[in-house]
């Protein structure tokens, strides 16, 4: 079963305007979320995380916003530009089992028309 | 700084065939991690080595065995290639623990005919 769901493959967005990504988890353990970049043929890159003490971190045009009560978090890009073109994955760390680590959503791709 | 390194960039194998992904990383992190990417599954952990000397399954393991060769290396191994193992790989390794902010290698492109 998904622990953190990308349900939108893919987001289109005209240059200027403001991209939303979003992601949803299931398990209420879960207490810090990051969003990595990725570009074709290369590996994904850190964007900007949160704290589940936060509801909202701002890096220049990037903010996530967290809503814990209805375990859903979203980028937001403002404003939009070309260079943003990428797959955005949300990813959460899972503390306890086996797994350890990282679990990430499927990804959404992001594609911003000039 | 090369960050994470991975060699090789390609490959194409044959059903049965072994190899080994080979991960370098320059930035003295303790822990290194081994992740496959699927199209449409995103990134799914195989292997990960929390400090040097240590290494655990991940999500994926069956078919994949790990070596924590020193600090810095982290090798993947394929003992018998299958066509469920083409795939892209990736390398990444982080400060400490098992959470927080990773660093991503570009990945290894594998073919299994």
């Known amino acids: 079963d998904q622990q953190v769901k990308q349900n939108s493959p893919s987001l289109s967005v005209q240059e200027g305007r403001i991209s939303i990504l979003n992601c949803d988890y299931t398990?209420?353990?879960?207490?810090?979320f990051l969003w990595y970049k990725k570009y074709p043929a290369e590996g994904p890159t850190f964007l900007i995380s949160?704290?589940?003490?936060?509801d909202k971190n701002e890096d220049g045009r990037f903010t996530v916003f967290l809503n814990k009560s209805a375990k859903h978090l979203s980028l937001h890009i403002v404003p939009s530009q070309p260079g943003d073109s990428a797959v955005y994955f949300c990813?959460?760390?899972?503390?306890?089992?086996?797994?350890?680590?990282?679990?990430f959503g499927k990804g959404t791709k992001l594609s911003v028309k000039p | 700084n090369a960050g994470v390194t991975q060699t090789p960039k390609f490959q194409v194998l044959k059903t049965g065939q072994s190899m080994t992904l080979q991960c370098a990383q320059d930035?003295?992190?303790?822990?290194m991690y081994w992740y496959r990417q699927d199209p449409g599954m995103g990134l799914r952990l195989i292997y990960y080595?929390?400090?040097?000397?240590?290494?655990d399954k991940g999500e994926v393991p069956n078919g994949y065995n790990v070596s924590r060769l020193n600090k810095r290396e982290f090798s993947l191994r394929l003992e018998s290639a299958a066509p469920s193992q083409t795939s892209v790989y990736f390398c990444?390794?982080?400060?400490?623990?098992?959470?927080?902010?990773?660093?991503f290698g570009p990945g290894t492109r594998l073919t299994v005919l």
């Open positions: 930035m003295n992190h303790n822990s």
């Open positions: 398990n209420s353990m879960f207490d810090y």
């Open positions: 990444a390794s982080s400060e400490g623990g098992l959470a927080g902010e990773q660093f």
């Open positions: 990813a959460a760390p899972n503390y306890g089992g086996s797994q350890g680590n990282l679990i």
């Open positions: 080595s929390a400090s040097e000397g240590t290494t």
């Open positions: 949160i704290s589940s003490i936060k």
